[in-house]
């Protein structure tokens, strides 16, 4: 069946530029996750849904940093004001459920490659 | 809170040698521990997890991992390992969250 689907693949755009980023999760997922993959930084956790709603936002790095789910389905992230130090691989993933139980396996996306120039 | 930590940023091994990569984990409450492979340009993919039950876990490609709790230990093995194998693998840990701590990774490369 289709796995996570990420789009675009790859963006590049000026300092200063707003970014969306979409995430397509395995139908019926009901927990969704995004995370940043950076040289200096590893991989990073940015935000956590359940449903449409996101218990976990702790790890967005600043306010121009943005999510949002709909339909419990797809999810966007944007960026806005975009940042030279935000060039990285943004990562989605979904798992079936969520609700606090951290053994459910998460199936990643292939990524969108950000780079600001 | 959690965290992990991968020993060994790099690990070279030939074709058909025993393949070890280290993960020790620091954890408030017991722990659910992961091993996600990553080849170039793409997202992660599950290799194993640990739970709960037994302890030897046992994976995808011929890896393996044990959870030994008195050494806050989960590294991966595979006994011979393959061209194919090269890759960036990278440990995790949950608990009582669903966000994935992750280790820096260790880059594995295969020679002939």
């Known amino acids: 069946g289709a796995g996570v689907s990420q789009s675009p693949s790859n963006k590049v755009t000026e300092k200063g530029k707003d970014v969306e980023l979409r995430c397509d999760p395995i139908?019926?997922?009901?927990?969704l996750y995004w995370y940043r993959q950076s040289l200096g930084q590893g991989l990073e956790f940015l935000i956590y849904f359940q449903g449409n709603s996101a218990p976990d936002k702790s790890g967005l790095p600043s306010d121009r940093f943005s999510a949002e789910r709909t339909g419990g389905s797809v999810s966007t992230l944007t960026i806005q004001r975009t940042q030279q130090e935000d060039s990285a691989v943004y990562l989605c993933?979904?798992?079936?459920?969520?609700?606090?139980?951290?053994?459910?396996?998460?199936?990643f996306g292939d990524g969108t490659r950000l780079s600001i120039l | 809170a959690q965290s992990v930590t991968q020993l060994g940023s790099h690990v070279s091994v030939s074709e058909g040698a025993l393949v070890l990569l280290r993960c020790n984990y620091s954890s408030s409450v017991p722990p659910y521990l992961f091993w996600y492979v990553q080849y170039p340009n793409q997202g992660l993919q599950l290799l194993l997890k640990?739970?709960?039950?037994?302890?030897l876990v046992k994976g995808i490609n011929g890896f393996e991992a044990e959870f030994k709790k008195s050494e806050t230990s989960f590294h991966l093995t595979k006994p011979s390992a393959h061209m194919s194998d090269a890759a960036e693998y990278f440990c995790a840990v949950t608990g009582n969250t669903d966000k994935l701590i992750f280790g820096t990774g260790t880059r594995l490369q295969v020679f002939p």
């Open positions: 993933a979904s798992s079936p459920s969520g609700g606090g139980n951290g053994n459910q396996p998460q199936h």
């Open positions: 640990y739970t709960t039950g037994a302890t």
């Open positions: 139908s019926g997922h009901t927990a």
